[in-house]
C-alpha cells in the first residue's frame, strides 16, 4: 500500500459571495481506507486545523513528532477516538510535528478512521 495523501480543505473566506451555492462550503472526510498502515500525511504549514473521525468502529491514531530545536520530541500515540466520535487536534507547527518531507505523518489503527484538514488563511 501507499501513503494516504490528505488535501486540506481552504477555510471560506471571512466574506464570502452570497448567496453561496449549493454544496460550495461542503467538506467530507476521508477514511483512512486500505492504507491505514501506512498512514496519511499532508504539507504542515502551522495553520491546520485536523479532524479525526472514529466511524461506526472506532479506533486510534498515532501522530509522529521529529526533534525541534531543543532536540525535544514528544508523539502522540493510541490516541482513542471512539464510535461516532471526533477528536479536534491542536494546531502543529512546523518544528517538532514536520518530517523532512514537510509533511505531518499519522496512522490509523483501523480503516474506518477519517481525516479531515483545513488550512486556515489568516
Do not use: C
Not at 464570502?16 to 491505514?36: E, K, M, R, Y
Not at 466511524?55 to 493510541?78: C, F, K, L, Q
Amino acid at each position: 500500500m501507499a501513503v494516504l495523501a490528505l488535501t486540506p480543505y481552504q477555510m471560506p473566506l471571512k466574506y464570502p459571495v452570497l448567496q453561496p451555492a449549493a454544496n460550495s462550503l461542503d467538506v467530507v472526510f476521508t477514511a483512512a481506507g486500505a492504507s491505514f498502515v501506512d498512514g496519511a500525511e499532508f504539507t504542515l504549514t502551522g495553520r491546520d486545523i485536523i479532524i479525526i473521525g472514529g466511524g461506526a468502529a472506532g479506533g486510534t491514531i498515532t501522530i509522529s513528532s521529529v526533534a525541534d530545536g531543543n532536540n525535544r520530541t514528544g508523539d502522540i500515540t493510541a490516541y482513542a477516538v471512539g464510535v461516532n466520535e471526533f477528536a479536534l487536534l491542536p494546531r502543529f507547527q512546523l518544528p517538532g510535528w514536520a518530517q523532512t518531507t514537510g509533511k505531518l505523518h499519522m496512522v490509523a489503527s483501523v480503516a474506518t478512521i477519517t481525516f479531515l484538514v483545513i488550512h486556515l488563511d489568516d
